[in-house]
């Protein structure tokens, strides 16, 4: 597949960030001297990624405002939700017609992703199929930097992913990362809402979802959710704001 197009999910509230999202988007929160958000861009622009959209609604025109100033790939669209965010699928489906109609990589704005040998969103592209609806990128949880809790899901044979029964340990997490097929937004509320629930919408037998895989990332996974995983952001890249790209 020729995947040109992306989505960074850059519009929450930042509520576990506080007190530093009290005057900033936490995009804009640094790790090792660099936003969040520059950490993203760059990550999908070193996967081939050509066109992002970043949406917006807390303090949108303070995070609009330093992406006019990046003058490196890939080149940025906005899509601002007013006068309240619209939640991960409000939010895509919003930005569909900047992301075009063929299927795109949508991403969390609050996840770093140091190198590996083979680049995540290579592995992505080459796992995609014609029988796939969302393709996500799970973390085992042993490789999850900054992630306090329960894993996400089970993954099966062929990339197959559940939710963990009753009692049962599910080893790996959702990174915040997948391509998605836009014709899955169709008739979808116009209101907020959460992508879960397209997913919940192809659950089948046995709790196993229908039309969703996985691939499992080789690598570390910083999750920067809350002021917990900015410092163990932090402590794995080392010490001091070196203003340099992981």
């Known amino acids: 597949m020729n995947l040109t197009h ?4 850059s ?14 988007p936490k995009p804009l929160i640094p790790v090792r001297g660099v936003p969040l958000i520059d950490h993203c861009l760059d990550f999908v622009s070193t996967g081939g990624i050509s066109e992002v ?14 992406l006019a100033t990046r003058l490196i790939p890939p080149r940025i669209h906005f899509s601002r939700e007013e006068p309240a965010p619209l939640e991960t699928g409000g939010g895509i489906a919003k930005a569909l017609p900047l992301l075009g109609a063929a299927p795109f990589l949508a991403m969390n704005s609050d996840a770093i992703f140091p190198a590996t040998p083979t680049h995540p969103i290579t592995r992505l592209i080459e796992a995609w199929g014609e029988d796939v609806d969302f393709l996500m990128l799970l973390v085992p949880k042993a490789n999850a930097i900054g992630w306090e809790g329960r894993g996400d ?28 097929r836009p014709e899955v937004f169709t008739g979808c509320p116009e209101a907020a809402f959460s992508l879960s629930k397209l997913w919940h919408a192809r659950l089948g037998e046995g709790g196993w979802f229908n039309r969703i895989r996985a691939v499992v990332h080789e690598g570390a996974w910083l999750n920067v959710g809350d002021l917990a995983g900015l410092a163990a952001a932090e402590a794995y890249c080392g010490s001091g704001s070196t203003g340099k790209r992981i």
Request: without cysteine.
């Open 6 to 9: 992306a989505i960074i999910l």
């Open 11 to 24: 519009a929450g509230l930042g509520t576990r960030m506080r007190p530093l999202t009290n005057t900033l």
């Open 53 to 66: 959209v970043v949406n917006t609604s807390y303090r949108a025109e303070q995070l609009e405002h330093y």
């Open 153 to 180: 899901f089970v993954l099966g044979e062929g990339g197959r992913i559940r939710r963990p029964h009753a009692g049962e340990d599910a080893p790996y997490i959702f990174s915040g990362v997948e391509i998605i």
